[in-house]
């Protein structure tokens, strides 16, 4: 059984930071956490940023210089770094996980990100 919990959301003032992590547990070394999502109240689940086995990373456009997604093998977590929070990045945001043998995607239960104006 895998699971993928994140942990660091939290209420922040704009212009402030948070450090949101994810790990990922279970039976499964070949699933691996690959990317960090978000969902807003009324919008669209959307990517903020992904890693690759390589360490390639990717972000969408919004959070560009103000978000780091870093990863650490060796002990299945995924990081993402946030600064310069706006109120617009609130959100619960959720931490992805792949089966390298499946491509089953598992996802945590999220954690709600904050920032006020």
């Known amino acids: 059984q895998v699971q993928v919990v994140e942990s660091g959301g939290g209420l922040v003032q704009a212009g402030g930071s948070l450090r949101l992590s994810c790990r990922v547990s279970?039976?499964?070394?070949?699933?691996?956490?690959i990317g960090w999502y978000r969902q807003a109240p009324g919008k669209q689940h959307e990517l903020v940023a992904g890693?690759?086995?390589?360490?390639?990373?990717n972000y969408a456009d919004s959070v560009k210089g103000r978000f780091t997604i870093t990863g650490d093998s060796t002990k299945n977590t995924l990081d993402l770094q946030m600064n310069g929070l706006k109120p617009e990045d609130t959100a619960v945001y959720y931490c992805?996980?792949?089966?390298?043998?499946?491509?089953?995607?598992?996802w945590g239960q999220g954690t709600q990100v904050t920032v006020s104006s």
């Open positions: 279970g039976n499964s070394p070949w699933t691996k956490p």
């Open positions: 992805t996980a792949r089966s390298q043998l499946t491509s089953i995607d598992y």
């Open positions: 890693i690759t086995s390589g360490g390639n990373t």
